[in-house]
């Protein structure tokens, strides 16, 4: 099937960088949609940006003109540049990706999520 291997979290100080991958493998037919979302524990998981296999992008009012989200399609990777860091985005990270997978008998749709990276930001 299809894995998602995330990287890139860590702690930073307030107005730092960072930036994250997801790179998915597998039995890959097709990767369509890649996005990063974020929780926190006890609330919902919501979505920071997200791209499309052609470049559309679109992002989270909170993290516009901060973070950059990218894709290698040869890759199937999936990047994050958060740049000006501020404390209230310290969540879990989480890569999610769809697409289809070569089944035993054909294409099969997927819609798989990362493991989460954590990304704490100090202030």
């Known amino acids: 099937q299809v894995q998602l291997v995330e990287s890139g979290g860590g702690l930073v100080q307030a107005g730092e960088s960072l930036r994250l991958s997801c790179a998915a493998s597998?039995?890959?037919?097709?990767?369509?949609?890649m996005g990063w979302y974020r929780q926190t524990p006890g609330k919902q998981r919501e979505l920071v940006a997200a791209i499309s296999s052609g470049g559309s992008t679109n992002y989270a009012d909170s993290v516009k003109s901060r973070f950059t989200i990218s894709r290698d399609n040869a890759k199937n990777t999936v990047y994050l540049q958060m740049n000006s860091l501020k404390p209230e985005d310290t969540d879990v990270y989480y890569c999610n990706a769809k697409g289809f997978y070569n089944g035993g008998r054909g294409v099969v749709p997927f819609d798989y999520w990362g493991q989460g990276t954590q990304v704490t930001v100090s202030s």
């Open positions: 597998g039995s890959i037919f097709r990767v369509d949609a």
